[in-house]
């Protein structure tokens, strides 16, 4: 995989951040204005997850892999999904607004992987798919988790809904990805 060249700056991070608080805050508050994107990196097309934890549990997380649109409104829509509309959890209320950590994770295109030996757990991200069926695990999952790459391989499948070594099956797709995570 050739190297993920698209980099942040603490300032864009920190502006991304913002975005992300006060898309949220904005369903509790009126008036609210978001700032312009402060340069061309933020109207890149990529894809992005944004993640909410409470007490160091997930709270929500919604993110589209592939990027449809500028960064920033990306990044807007997707903590209010993450917030709101995580079919996992109940919407976030207002009174945990200041209890969650947001992380946003901006992902690389995606690229075809031919040998899940080149998987670097921590460094890279999985989308396995077959059939019908596809789940994609962030890097930092197998980082959280203290995952070797067969149990980040084999996790992934599961969360596709196939056996845990479907990887090995020839008629299993994956991609692979980085993502700076922030």
Not at 85 to 91: A, H, K, S, V
């Amino acid at each position: 995989m050739s190297d993920f060249i698209f980099e942040l700056s603490e300032n864009e991070k920190k502006f991304l951040k913002r975005l992300a608080v006060l898309s949220i805050r904005s369903r509790f508050e009126k008036g609210i204005e978001f700032p312009e994107p402060p340069n061309y990196k933020m109207t890149e097309k990529l894809g992005a997850f944004v993640t909410l934890k409470k007490d160091g549990r997930l709270r929500g997380c919604i993110g589209n892999i592939v990027g449809d649109s500028p960064l920033w409104e990306t990044i807007i829509n997707l903590a209010a999904q993450s917030a709101f509309n995580d079919p996992r959890f109940p919407p976030l209320k207002k009174e945990e607004l200041d209890l969650v950590d947001i992380e946003i994770s901006v992902l690389s295109p995606l690229q075809s992987l031919d040998d899940p030996a080149k998987i670097v757990p921590g460094r890279h991200g999985l989308l396995i798919s077959k059939g019908g069926s596809r789940g994609l695990l962030l890097p930092q999952v197998a980082t959280e988790w203290g995952w070797d790459r067969e149990t980040f391989l084999s996790h992934t499948c599961r969360k596709a809904g196939l056996a845990d070594d479907c990887w090995k099956d020839p008629e299993t797709k994956m991609h692979w990805f980085q993502a700076i995570v922030f």
